[in-house]
Structure formats: C-alpha cells, structure tokens
C-alpha cells in the first residue's frame, strides 16, 4: 500500500510564506508525476500544481508567480513552497501522486494539511 505522508501547513499572514512537504512510501516500482490540491468547505478540491519526474510542471492560474513545486525523485518527495499568501490561498491542501505500483497504475492522496492566511 502506497502512503502519502504530508507536513508544513500552518497559519500565515497574508503576505507571508509556507512550504509543504509529501513523501510516497510503500512499494512503488515508478512515479509518474506528484502534485498538490487544495479544497475549501462546500467546493470541489481543486489543482494547485503539479510535477512530472522530468520535471515538467503545472500550476492554477491563481497561483502561478507566487508558487513552486519541486519533486525530489530519489526520496519520493513534493514540495510546494508558497510566497505571497492571500486569504484566498486558505484551505486543505493535499498531496497527490501517480504511481505504478504492485496494482498497476494507480492515484494515492494523502490525509491534507491546513493552511490558514489570516491576520
């Protein structure tokens, strides 16, 4: 069983900055890509960005200039580092992956952290 374990939300000023962190465990024979989504109460979850093994990258318009995602293949590791927060930005933000595992091809999320913009 694949495991998404995430960390590095928080509460932030607006204007202030955050960097989440995911790491895939369990018996994964490739990563195809990882990414990051992020859902509020009453909406749908939502793409923040997200990162081919070759490093091709995806952002949400909504974010792109302000965030980065970067993916260290040998550790199996995300990371969004986030600048320039708004309000906005306030949400569950969960860690994504595809992978070939014992399964086949397969989607894993992980449990979500808060992020929180407020003064």
């Known amino acids: 069983q694949v495991q998404l374990v995430e960390s590095g939300g928080g509460l932030v000023q607006p204007g202030g900055s955050l960097r989440l962190s995911c790491a895939a465990s369990?018996?994964?024979?490739?990563?195809?890509?990882m990414g990051w989504y992020r859902q509020t109460s009453g909406k749908e979850r939502e793409l923040v960005a997200t990162i081919s093994t070759r490093g091709t990258t995806n952002y949400a318009a909504s974010v792109k200039g302000r965030f980065t995602i970067s993916i260290d293949n040998a550790k199996k590791s995300v990371y969004l580092q986030m600048n320039s927060l708004e309000p906005e930005d306030t949400a569950v933000y969960y860690c994504?992956?595809?992978?070939?595992?014992?399964?086949?091809?397969?989607?894993?999320w992980g449990q979500g952290t808060q992020v929180t913009v407020s003064s």
């Open positions: 994504n992956t595809a992978v070939n595992d014992r399964r086949g091809f397969n989607y894993y």
């Open positions: 369990g018996i994964i024979f490739s990563v195809n890509s």
